[in-house]
C-alpha cells in the first residue's frame, strides 16, 4: 500500500499557489513591441502614453481628468491651483533616473505652475521578459528645471524618492535666488509614492519639500546690503539621515564686491515617523528673524 505517498501528493496539490508578487501596472511594453522591449528604449510619445491613461499622442496634451497607470487620479479635488496654459508634451518633459538595483525612474510632467514648479505622475520601472512593468506609481509636483531623481534606502529599511531640480517661477523676485535648487521627498510605500510632511522643531507642520540654496538680500547699514545665503545637502548614507547646512553672512558693495561676516555650519538628524519627517528647528529660520528685526 502507499497511502501515506498518495496522500501526501493529494494534500500538496490542494494547497493553494503562492500568491505573486503583482506589479501596481501590469506589464506595458508586450513582447510584440520587439525593437522597445530588445533595445529598451522607447519614445517620448509612447512614455507618456504608458504612465498616463488616455493621453493623446496627436495632440501631445493630457485627458481633462489624467490618472495614472493604475488609473488614480493625479488631480485632488484640493488640487485647485491655477497652472500655465497647456502645451503639447515633449521629450523635454521627461526626466529619468535610476535606483540602486538598477531599475528606471520616470517622471511626465503634464502641468506647469508660475512657481516654477511642474506635476505629473512618477513611476518606478522595471524591464522583465515581456517587457516593462511598473513597481512603484505617484503623483510628483517639484521644481521642472535640471531635474534629478535618485531612489534612496534609508536605515531603517524604507524606500525615499529624492528628486531634485530648480524652481525658476515665471516671476522672479529680485531680492532672492531667482531659481533656487529644491529636494521633494516621496517615500515609497507599497509600490506607491506618497505624498510626506516635514516638522521642523515647533514649526507648523509643511510638505516635505527643502530650499536647498537660499539667498535673501536686506538693506544694510551705509549703503551695504546684507547677503545671507544657506546651501543645504541630505546625508542619507550614514548611520543616521542628516540635513547638513552651511549658512554664509555677507556684507555687498552696489558693484557686487562682498566681504565675509559670519559662517556658521549646521547638521540635524531627519527622522522618517510614518509619512511625517522629524528634525530640530531649523537654525536658518532663525537668522532671518534676528536680521529682519
Do not use: K
Not at 517620448?44 to 493630457?62: A, E, S, V
Not at 481628468?65 to 500655465?84: A, K
Not at 539667498?215 to 547638513?244: F, K, M, N, W, Y
Amino acid at each position: 500500500m502507499h497511502r501515506p505517498t498518495c496522500l501526501a501528493l493529494a494534500l500538496t496539490a490542494c494547497r493553494p499557489a503562492p500568491a505573486r508578487d503583482l506589479p501596481i501596472c501590469p506589464a506595458l511594453v508586450a513582447a510584440t513591441r520587439a525593437v522597445e522591449a530588445d533595445s529598451r528604449v522607447l519614445p517620448p510619445h509612447l512614455w507618456f502614453q504608458l504612465l498616463i491613461t488616455d493621453f493623446d499622442r496627436n495632440t501631445g496634451l493630457p485627458p481633462t481628468d489624467p490618472r495614472d497607470c493604475s488609473r488614480r487620479p493625479l488631480l485632488t479635488p484640493d488640487d485647485d491651483e491655477p497652472t500655465l496654459p497647456p502645451r503639447p508634451r515633449t521629450a523635454d518633459d521627461l526626466s529619468f533616473g535610476t535606483s540602486p538595483d538598477g531599475a528606471l525612474l520616470v517622471w511626465a510632467r503634464i502641468f506647469d505652475y508660475p512657481d516654477g514648479t511642474s506635476l505629473g505622475p512618477i513611476v518606478l520601472a522595471r524591464w522583465v521578459d515581456q517587457g516593462l512593468e511598473f513597481r512603484g506609481v505617484g503623483s510628483l509636483r517639484a521644481p521642472a528645471r535640471r531635474v534629478r531623481l535618485h531612489l534612496e534606502r534609508l536605515p531603517a529599511g524604507q524606500s525615499l524618492l529624492v528628486a531634485e531640480g530648480e524652481a525658476c517661477p515665471v516671476t522672479p523676485t529680485p531680492t532672492t535666488e531667482p531659481c533656487p535648487r529644491e529636494a521633494i521627498l516621496l517615500p515609497l510605500l507599497n509600490q506607491r509614492f506618497i505624498d510626506a510632511d516635514l516638522l521642523e522643531g515647533d514649526a507648523p507642520l509643511r510638505p516635505a519639500r527643502l530650499r536647498l540654496d537660499e539667498r535673501h538680500d536686506l538693506p544694510g547699514r551705509q549703503g551695504l546690503t546684507r547677503r545671507l545665503e544657506i546651501h543645504r545637502r541630505l546625508d542619507l548614507h550614514g548611520p543616521v539621515p542628516s540635513l547638513h547646512a552651511a549658512i554664509r553672512i555677507r556684507d555687498c558693495l552696489p558693484d557686487t564686491t562682498c566681504s565675509d561676516h559670519l559662517t556658521l555650519l549646521d547638521a540635524r538628524a531627519l527622522e522618517l515617523r510614518d509619512l511625517t519627517f522629524v528634525t530640530t528647528a531649523d537654525p536658518w529660520q532663525t537668522l532671518l528673524t534676528e536680521q529682519t528685526q
